[in-house]
């Protein structure tokens, strides 16, 4: 447990100096507060917890990393965002890969700078593309291996034109609700 947290330390102190915050691959199961205290002053522009067991995002991450353009939460086992994400105006890439969701996140139609969203691996069933598209800048989106629905299906049809969709090729009335 000691080592653990000497590790989580060394990253803060490390992540200090580069303002890109990796602490990915340490068995977190949420994320301390201590990591917060850490950046007070200097605040990080990049933050990976991929490949941690985490079950939440404790709703102050948007307050205090405001300004993170890279968000990294792939590989763990969140199945709901806070709203607060809504504070990170800067955040352009934002992966959710390998989680749990099953509903689209409410919060991410709010994310108006977001160019690069990652939701691949969840158990999604329903997005609404267009309000999605019309939120701000999404460029790419990827959605493959979720359960999406028919109308889903014909909506990502509709828009592929519009952004860089990675997706399952699926016959879109198999799966009309």
Do not use: W
């Not at 522009?45 to 939440?56: A, G, Y």
């Not at 105006?89 to 409410?106: G, R, V, Y």
């Amino acid at each position: 447990m000691a080592a653990e947290v000497a590790e989580v330390a060394n990253r803060c102190r490390e992540g200090q100096s580069t303002r890109q915050l990796d602490l990915s691959k340490c068995g977190l199961k949420s994320i301390p507060d201590a990591v917060f205290f850490f950046f007070s002053e200097t605040k990080p522009e990049t933050c990976d917890f991929s490949q941690n067991v985490l079950k939440r995002i404790p709703a102050k991450i948007g307050q205090k990393f405001s300004q993170v353009t890279v968000f990294n939460m792939s590989g763990n086992c969140i199945s709901e965002l806070p709203t607060s994400l809504v504070t990170m105006t800067a955040l352009a890439t934002l992966d959710l890969s390998n989680n749990q969701f099953s509903i689209f996140p409410e919060v991410l139609y709010s994310l108006s700078s977001l160019e690069d969203l990652n939701v691949e691996n969840n158990e999604i069933k329903s997005i609404n593309i267009h309000s999605l598209l019309q939120s701000g800048k999404l460029k790419k989106l990827n959605v493959k291996c979720n359960p999406l629905n028919g109308e889903t299906h014909l909506a990502i049809e509709e828009c592929k034109h519009k952004v860089t969709l990675e997706y399952s090729e699926q016959d879109p009335m198999a799966q009309m609700d």
